[in-house]
């Protein structure tokens, strides 16, 4: 293969595969440029940036759509964009919807409750677009620089826009503690992403996972590789390993005094290369670890939580949804790309299983337990979302208990989790849009001064307790529909662990009860305090909250099309 | 939909019809509480006349008494993708429940009028609820009982919640966590028996019993079509169709595999739905939110309470403990009968140390729905008796006429503590005294109710608890004469009741100028239960004729399998004529 022709394939992989695939992704950074640029203009700073906030999303959104409707993914055809970057699927497509709908509701959110005003509008809806490409690249990554590219791309502008309020010492505080603890995460993620790279060779995903595979053959074989290595030089991919295995131990022991000899290693050679069958699993699992610390810390999943509560606090409840929604879910379809990419190979796939699971577990029944004490509406919700993160990790674990298994049940386990996400998208849209108009009504965000409310706003309360108790997973709102089919998934995966992770969901089912109950409580059962003035919203917000909290109540009695929609989003997963 | 007297269109309006009604109220303007308060009373007389038009065939839809089997079914997909269906249908066992629902609903909502608080928000919840009992009674699909059965949970909590008294709140979301520790059990077990479950193994007889087909032609057409066969010959075909687990459970190996510590699936499936249902009932152990929340509702939402709510964990174990899971019932069949009368005793001695009036009703629930534990666990169709199940079919007989007879004695109880509750704002037993003098009418309405709930032969609490205990006999002496001796505690309690209450010479209590006559409303709600405590007590074959053909027939099934059961797994033999197996060995 020439040089021209390698520029050929490299045209017509970007310009005629890749670009035409990727334009929502492009129509966003068109109009987060248009945004910026239209005030260089004269007369430009009299466009209100909410319209180019809202145009570029819609448009994006409308790109985003499969054209044919929702039926023509079938048909869609799977493929890598940009020389192996990205992966287009069904899933991504899917993922890619949801996140720009979002995106609309989010623009249309900030706009409702006045928080991106006038002056500072293009700051902020660039900074929400920012992190939506982020978010994009995320759900779409297949190489270990994409994943590390999105998750910092998401993450930078959601530390901006933590302390988006200036002049909050609350806010600035959860900026920085989000930053600083983003900035820790990043840097451990990146040495892991280094140490699979380096071991493996590539960071491209499908590659990793097929030399995942020749690792372990070569691990078991080690020893007749080094005694009679002129017949493995005819399998391609262990001669790969081989080749690694002789430069790691070149760098490794530097007393190795001969480097050429691949094909005549000595005795001493005989020794290290068996020594580093041993340690190279220990390798591959540190990497592991450490990429998990990087998704952890966006999936807010414990022990890498800290920063979420302080955050919520903090941030305005806007951003909130901004966070425990689009970015969660987006970290979610990562965490699953990864565990299911790698998790092929059956050594790496129970460990994955057990990662994924202990991390489900804890996070699940920290997030619970820890929600009991707050008085802060965002706080006790961001100890919400780290529990609903733990359900929806037990989705993802089962998913990769099933990957190399059942691959029907597997589709069925990752619809479960995307059922869940798209159902929780309007619970947290719906809970933080009232937290929101709240703040704008009372000027509190505490839950004792959410009293009565019932006698003053029925409409919003009763969407409200609604979506409380859709967030327990009670019928027939749709939060039980998502559950019941995690619940599905754990069960269909079978095994003691998947069981143990069932009894555990259940569990904290009940458990969470106490503390939405205790909301739900305030809102319609305690007396209204005196001194508080008749509570105002105006009716573009209480018909936002409703609409928003309607499908709450509509998946739950008919989930079909949702559901079918999500099984289609798996068709590409093996 | 067709023609109103297609079961899909009636038996839908029935469960529906007050839940649009209930949306129709949200839109009522403020400040109409006697509107919104009729409209509610009118849709639950609407209700009730339905269900009772079935006896009938007043509007065109009949049940038929002498048919054992389900009638007036109908199935739809609901959620196709999950596989579950919009499944119902009526039979023996359900429908009485249903009349029984729908009649105590009406009173109740009748009961409702001194609410002033929040009237609409009331009549709102109030309906809602109405629509989960019904949809729980009628629904034949696992997933769409459960969504019934959870549906009450809300409206429940917010009826004892808001409308409740001083202790409302703690009484409330008591009450929330127990159902839902009882909900969460469940849907393990319904998850568990799913995943187990598959309709291919069922024959096509079998598949028609269960209404997955018309007829066996067409079951064999069935299993030509079913799509995933062909593209997956192993996939399981999975259902939530009660009837088809019923005919799993007991004609096949499907639910026998062995689980967890050794104990079979079915087992397990088993122990965590009677768990679940007897929080319901409640039974002892499980039974301490039951006073909390019987004292604290108000008097309408104690009648539900204590009226209907409490038969759904009664007919959760005769719908789908037993038919589905007959190996672990008939393992457990005696730990559930302990429990029953258990309860009994306990129920019993707690009432009997109560100072506050409508505490001392709540216990006597517990210690009446242990009659109908026990009644449906006697399961004496055993080797012993050459697999007779006629004891047995007295005792679930007994069982579900005991639930019928218990929700409208205890509804009456209720609602006869909330007549002077309203009156002397106050229910110490120790204050009352010399009602009959000045209000004589309710007194005597009142003592009548009593006497059904004690048991006094001639009245509707006596059949129910006569059947249970005889059949108790026949499965073991000892719990039978145990349960006899209850009759003993429960008249002690409820004379002694009477007598510091209604009887003596005159009240000293507090607000004794509020003692007026009972009022025509009052009457109106107590003599329909007056009356119907007496008819079901002297007639009792009318109740019977419906519920009896049904009961039998499983029963029948259930001794059945209890013999083929007995034949593959021989228990052990006794080492008593070893001559004899010596001779069996040569």
């Known amino acids: 293969m020439n040089f021209q022709s390698l520029v050929d394939l490299l045209v017509t992989d970007t310009l005629e595969t890749s670009l035409p695939r990727f334009r929502p992704e492009l129509l966003l950074c068109a109009s987060m440029v248009l945004m910026l640029l239209v005030r260089i203009v004269r007369g430009g700073e009299k466009v209100p940036s909410f319209l180019l906030a809202i145009l570029g999303s819609m448009a994006a959104l409308w790109s985003a759509l499969p054209g044919g409707g929702m039926s023509s993914w079938a048909e869609l055809e799977p493929c890598q964009l940009f020389t192996g970057m990205l992966v287009y699927d069904t899933l991504y497509a899917y993922t890619r919807v949801f996140l720009l709908t979002f995106l609309v509701l989010f623009v249309i959110l900030s706009r409702l409750t006045g928080i991106a005003d006038r002056d500072e509008g293009q700051d902020y809806y660039t900074l929400v677009f920012g992190a939506t490409l982020g978010m994009c690249l995320m759900a779409s990554a297949n190489h270990l620089i994409v994943v590390f590219l999105g998750i910092e791309m998401a993450s930078v502008p959601s530390y901006v826009l933590a302390g988006i309020i200036r002049g909050r010492r609350r806010s600035s505080e959860a900026s920085l503690k989000y930053a600083i603890y983003g900035a820790g995460t990043a840097g451990v993620m990146l040495y892991g992403i280094s140490l699979l790279a380096g071991v493996l060779g590539t960071a491209h995903l499908p590659t990793m996972a097929q030399r995942l595979g020749a690792q372990r053959l070569a691990a078991l074989e080690i020893s007749s590789v080094v005694e009679e290595p002129a017949q493995i030089t005819e399998v391609k991919v262990e001669a790969e390993e081989e080749q690694t295995a002789a430069k790691t131990e070149d760098s490794d022991a530097d007393d190795s005094g001969h480097p050429g000899t691949q094909g005549h290693p000595g005795a001493r050679g005989h020794e290290v290369a068996a020594s580093k069958a041993k340690l190279t699993p220990m390798v591959l699992a540190l990497g592991g670890l450490m990429l998990g610390v990087g998704l952890a810390f966006k999936l807010s999943a414990v022990p890498f939580h800290f920063w979420c509560p302080d955050v919520f606090e903090g941030a305005s409840a806007e951003v909130d949804a901004f966070l425990s929604v689009a970015s969660k879910t987006a970290a979610m379809v990562l965490l699953l790309r990864i565990g299911l990419g790698l998790g092929i190979q059956p050594e790496a796939n129970s460990f994955m299983v057990l990662l994924v699971g202990m991390a489900a577990v804890a996070t699940c029944t920290f997030g619970n337990l820890a929600a009991y004490g707050q008085t802060n509406i965002k706080r006790m919700l961001a100890y919400s979302t780290i529990a609903h993160a733990g359900y929806m990790m037990m989705a993802v674990a089962a998913a990769i208990a099933l990957v190399g298994k059942d691959p029907a049940q597997m589709r069925v386990a990752v619809q479960s989790l995307l059922l869940y996400a798209s159902i929780y998208f309007f619970m947290n849209l719906g809970a933080f849009s009232f937290v929101a108009f709240m703040r704008n009504a009372l000027g509190s965000e505490e839950i004792k001064d959410y009293a009565g409310l019932i006698r003053s706003c029925p409409w919003m309360t009763v969407a409200m307790v609604a979506i409380l108790f859709s967030l327990v997973g009670l019928p027939p709102l749709a939060g039980f529909i998502g559950k019941f089919r995690i619940f599905q998934a754990l069960f269909e995966a079978g095994g003691p662990w998947m069981m143990f992770l069932l009894v555990v969901a259940g569990l904290n089912t009940a458990i969470s009860l106490v503390y939405y109950l205790r909301v739900a409580k305030t809102l319609c059962m305690d007396p209204e305090p005196e001194n508080r003035g008749p509570v105002s919203l105006g009716f573009l917000p209480m018909a936002y909250t409703l609409l928003v909290s309607f499908p709450v109540l509509l998946f739950g009695i008919l989930p079909d099309w949702l559901a079918d929609w999500a099984y289609q989003a798996t068709a590409h997963l093996f | ?586």
């Not at chain 2, 269906?85 to 409702?112: E, H, K, N, R, W």
């Not at chain 2, 589905?324 to 393992?331: L, V």
């Open chain 2, 1 to 586: 939909m067709g023609s109103f007297n297609q079961p899909v269109a009636y038996l839908s309006l029935i469960v529906f019809l007050p839940v649009l009604t209930a949306l129709a109220l949200a839109f009522f303007p403020k400040g109409k509480d006697d509107a919104i308060k009729f409209t509610t009373l009118g849709v639950t007389i609407v209700v009730f006349l339905l269900t009772l038009g079935m006896l009938r065939d007043w509007f065109g839809l009949d049940f038929d008494k002498g048919q054992a089997a389900m009638q007036n079914i109908f199935a739809y997909g609901w959620i196709p993708s999950f596989g579950i269906q919009y499944f119902m249908g009526l039979d023996g066992i359900s429908f009485p429940l249903v009349v029984l629902t729908a009649f105590i609903c009406m009173l109740a909502m009748g009961a409702s009028w001194p609410i002033q608080k929040h009237v609409k928000a009331y009549c709102i919840l109030f309906l809602l609820l109405e629509t989960g009992m019904l949809g729980v009674f009628m629904a034949l699909d696992f997933f769409l009982f459960y969504v019934f059965w959870e549906v009450m949970l809300l409206p429940m909590y917010f009826l004892i919640g808001v409308w409740g008294g001083e202790r409302r709140e703690y009484a409330a979301i008591k009450f929330f966590l127990y159902t839902l520790v009882g909900s969460v059990l469940m849907l393990i077990a319904i998850l568990m028996l799913y995943f187990s479950s598959d309709l291919r193994e069922l024959d096509d007889a079998q598949l028609v019993a269960a209404h997955v087909v018309e007829n066996s032609q067409a079951g064999t057409a069935w299993r030509g079509q079913v799509p995933d066969l062909k593209a997956m010959p192993n996939r399981k075909q999975h259902t939530f169709n009660i009837l088809a687990l019923q005919q799993m459970g007991q004609h096949t190996d499907l639910f026998e595999g062995e689980m967890l510590f050794g104990k079979s699936l079915s087992w397990w499936a088993f122990v965590l739905l009677f768990i679940g249902f007897i929080i319901k009932v409640p039974s002892v152990p499980f039974h301490t939110w039951l006073p909390d929340a019987h004292v604290q509702a108000p008097t309408p939402i104690s009648m539900i309470l204590a009226g209907v709510l409490l038969k759904m964990g009664g007919y959760g174990i005769i719908r789908i403990c037993y038919p589905i899971c007959p190996s672990a019932g008939y393992e457990l069949a005696y730990v559930v009968c302990i429990v029953g009368v258990l309860s009994m005793v306990y129920g019993a001695f707690a009432a009997l140390a109560q100072k506050d009036f409508k505490r001392m009703v709540a216990y006597s629930s517990v210690s009446h729905m242990g009659y109908v534990v026990l009644g449906l666990g006697v399961w004496s169709a055993m080797a012993d008796t050459g697999y007779n199940p006629d004891y047995w079919k007295m005792g679930a007989n007994g069982a579900m006429y005991q639930m019928i007879a218990h929700g409208i004695s205890s509804a009456g109880m209720f609602f006869m503590v909330g007549v002077i509750y309203e009156r002397v704002h106050h229910r110490d037993l120790e204050q009352f005294g010399g009602l009959f003098a000045k209000m004589p009418v309710y007194s005597g309405l009142a003592v009548g109710i009593f006497f059904a709930g004690l048991g006094l032969p001639g009245l509707c609490g006596f059949i129910g608890e006569v059947l249970v205990v005889l059949s108790a006999w026949e499965y073991s002496r000892v719990l039978a004469v145990i349960s006899a001796g209850v009759v003993i505690l429960t008249a002690a309690y409820i004379l002694w009741a009477i007598q510091r209450v209604y009887l003596g010479s005159e009240y000293k209590g507090p607000h004794a100028e509020a003692l007026t006559p009972i009022t025509m409303r009052e009457l109106l709600i107590a003599s329909p239960l007056m009356v119907m405590a007496v008819v079901f007590g002297v007639y009792s074959k009318g109740l019977l004729d419906y519920m009896q053909p049904s009961i039998d027939q499983q029963v029948e099934q259930l001794a059945q399998w209890t013999r083929q059961y007995d034949q593959e797994h021989p228990p052990a033999q006794p080492l008593v004529d070893i001559e004899e197996q010596i001779a069996v060995l040569k």
